[in-house]
């Protein structure tokens, strides 16, 4: 990230990683940064689906579903 900030897949790779640590907040930033900024839809929605895990995983089940269904 710091040599290449603006590449979606690291951006998608730390906000999941970030989610995984416990951070949903910055992950769930990070992860719609990624979802913006990828130019295949499947990409996108792989960012969605994740997303959604992170508001599950941290109790926000109605935004989780909200994110599943945008992915």
Do not use: W
């Not at 996108?44 to 935004?63: C, L």
């Amino acid at each position: 990230l710091v040599e290449r900030p603006g590449v979606p897949e690291l951006i998608f790779n730390r906000g999941t990683a970030l989610s995984s640590a416990g951070n949903q907040d910055e992950a769930i930033k990070q992860l719609e940064q990624a979802a913006s900024a990828f130019i295949d839809s499947s990409h996108s929605a792989a960012a969605d689906f994740n997303i959604g895990n992170t508001q599950i995983n941290s109790g926000d089940v109605e935004a989780g579903i909200d994110s599943y269904k945008d992915a």
